[in-house]
């Protein structure tokens, strides 16, 4: 098909992008959305050839289309990135949080859920193009991340689902939050139950409001945790996100 004349500095001469399992839906109409921005689209039936295609010539980033490989899906970030460093994004039509999390862990760079709102999927899709993952040729490389370790943004995955999800798993875990100003939180789980959390000055149950109150302005990096702060919480995690959220609420009816 024709490319647009749009170009804002991401689309280079090799900035395609490689859709996996292309015949679903909303992955055909991102595929148009992302031609409407510059973009070249590839699809690969299999992850063989998808594999294939990468080594030939490595795309952009790899969208995986979670609907189309349901049973190889969580292998799919490994088999595609041998040797190189290739952003890889999952696509899903699960909006359930305990399904992205288990994408998340599966090593995706993101996890976009389609067809709900196919601007934003493109917008956060340029963002994370526009900043590599890592650089080979100087600056800090990527972070590694521990077996088990998930990390994503408030926009791919709300705190309050986050929370209620690692509970409802029984996880133990450390779970470290951000926002772009560089405001930070840690928040400590054991075996499902919160157990701490700090926030600036901030400390348990007020820490906890604090981070709902960044609503979608934030990050995380969840992992998995053995050893824990002194407690400083003994309200059980329901009754904090309800709270927390009422406060929230509150907070936009106040001038």
């Not at 993101?110 to 650089?135: N, Y």
């Not at 999800?165 to 405001?183: A, F, H, Y």
């Not at 075996?191 to 981070?211: D, I, K, M, N, S």
């Amino acid at each position: 098909g024709s490319r647009t004349g749009e170009h804002d500095g991401v689309v280079a001469a090799a900035g395609q992008q490689l859709l996996l399992g292309g015949g679903e839906r909303p992955l055909r109409h991102l595929a148009t959305r992302l031609g409407h921005l510059g973009y070249r689209t590839v699809t690969a039936r299999t992850l063989d050839e998808a594999a294939e295609l990468c080594a030939r010539q490595a795309p952009a980033a790899v969208l995986v289309d979670e609907g189309s490989f349901p049973h190889e899906v969580l292998r799919a970030r490994a088999r595609l990135t041998a040797g190189a460093r290739l952003p890889v994004f999952a696509v899903t039509v699960e909006a359930d949080p305990s399904r992205l999390l288990t994408l998340f862990d599966a090593g995706f760079d993101d996890v976009f859920t389609l067809p709900r709102d196919l601007d934003v999927v493109a917008a956060r899709l340029r963002k994370a193009l526009r900043a590599p993952a890592s650089d080979t040729h100087g600056g800090a490389p990527a972070a590694p991340v521990r077996p088990g370790a998930v990390q994503a943004s408030f926009t791919a995955f709300a705190f309050p689902d986050l929370m209620q999800t690692l509970s409802q798993s029984l996880k133990s875990v450390r779970i470290d939050l951000q926002r772009p100003g560089g405001e930070r939180a840690v928040v400590f789980l054991d075996r499902g139950q919160l157990v701490h959390a700090a926030c600036g000055t901030l400390r348990g149950a007020e820490a906890v409001y604090r981070v709902i109150a960044w609503e979608d302005d934030g990050a995380f990096a969840v992992e998995p945790e053995s050893e824990f702060p002194a407690p400083n919480i003994g309200l059980p995690l329901e009754s904090i996100l309800m709270e927390g959220c009422r406060l929230l609420d509150e907070s936009r009816i106040r001038p």
